[in-house]
């Protein structure tokens, strides 16, 4: 099948990559170059370099709105549209280039967790499911009536760059089915209920409030796993958690506080159970176990964390 593919980042590339032994990917559609880095470089999208080290040819707009791009899409001849991560909403005339529509893979059990980053709100929010869904493109966000759905546990100690790895590789394998049974499905219309959103995070999603509970601050810490990285603000400035574990205990101490926990390591008091951070990383400084930092830091109980948002 002649296949216009649309996605960005990694999490796109198990799909890009089955299309391509599978079916003729006819041209794809990525986001352009971005700055990265401390050195601001402008670097292509995952997706734009697997696809001209594959020899497809890339097309980089900023937005799909120009009155030029259905024509120009429609050189392609493509048959049917995928879309994985791709980072923008596409309009209806883009939407309907393709003679048997725009198939969206997306990381949840729609209509849970509609938007741009539904994998670390699901750990955010403590799930232990989720799932992946194709559905058939409309002009809202992740509304389209649905194609097929497949159901996902979550490890409790998964954060969202494991759980992306995960279903990433299990969605390249559910868009060839979607593809492969085209013909003979027919798409059902999300329900009106149960309807979450899931938005692109901020960086203050990533602050550690010691006035939760010690199991809702260890998923923060695994929902924001890779970005934008859970900061804890201490007595030596900016410390990020991005691994913990949650012990249930009585604090024995002001939330905030570090605290011996009962097999002796030393661990956040919260305002129920203690937070035991297992892999940190001091503001400009390299990712190290906790054991490691409170070496170099000199820590002792009684020291206080203060609430990343104060």
């Not at 120009?72 to 549209?81: N, S, Y």
């Not at 995928?82 to 909403?89: D, E, H, P, R």
Request: aromatic share 6%; net charge positive; charged share 20%.
């Amino acid at each position: 099948m002649k296949v216009l593919f649309y996605g960005t980042p990694a999490f796109a590339l198990p799909a890009l990559d089955a299309l391509l032994r599978h079916h003729n990917v006819v041209a794809v559609v990525t986001q352009p170059d971005r700055p990265a880095g401390r050195g601001q470089k402008l670097t292509p999208s995952p997706v734009k370099v697997r696809a001209e080290a594959a020899g497809v040819p890339v097309l980089q707009p900023e937005r799909l709105s120009g009155p030029e791009w259905p024509e120009r899409l429609r050189g392609f001849i493509p048959q049917v549209a995928v879309v994985v991560a791709f980072g923008q909403l596409l309009p209806k005339a883009v939407l309907d280039v393709p003679a048997r529509g725009s198939i969206n893979l997306h990381a949840s059990l729609l209509p849970r967790y509609r938007g741009a980053a539904p994998i670390a709100w699901a750990l955010i929010k403590g799930e232990t499911e989720t799932g992946l869904t194709t559905f058939l493109m409309d002009e809202g966000m992740d509304t389209g009536p649905i194609l097929f759905q497949e159901r996902v546990p979550i490890g409790p100690d998964e954060t969202a760059g494991d759980l992306a790895d995960r279903l990433s590789k299990l969605g390249a394998d559910l868009v060839l089915k979607t593809l492969a049974e085209l013909d003979r499905l027919t798409p059902v219309p999300q329900s009106r209920g149960g309807v979450t959103l899931a938005p692109r995070l901020k960086k203050e999603d990533g602050w550690l409030e010691w006035s939760e509970p010690a199991r809702v601050l260890v998923n923060r810490v695994r929902g924001c796993n890779p970005w934008p990285g859970a900061v804890a603000r201490g007595p030596t400035g900016r410390l990020f958690i991005w691994r913990a574990s949650a012990l249930d205990q009585q604090a024995g101490g002001q939330p905030g506080t570090l605290v011996k926990s009962q097999g002796g390591a030393l661990a956040i008091a919260t305002n129920d159970g203690l937070l035991l951070p297992r892999e940190v990383q001091p503001e400009n400084r390299r990712a190290m176990s906790w054991e490691e930092f409170l070496r170099g830091s000199r820590l002792t109980a009684g020291a206080r964390f203060e609430g990343s948002s104060a």
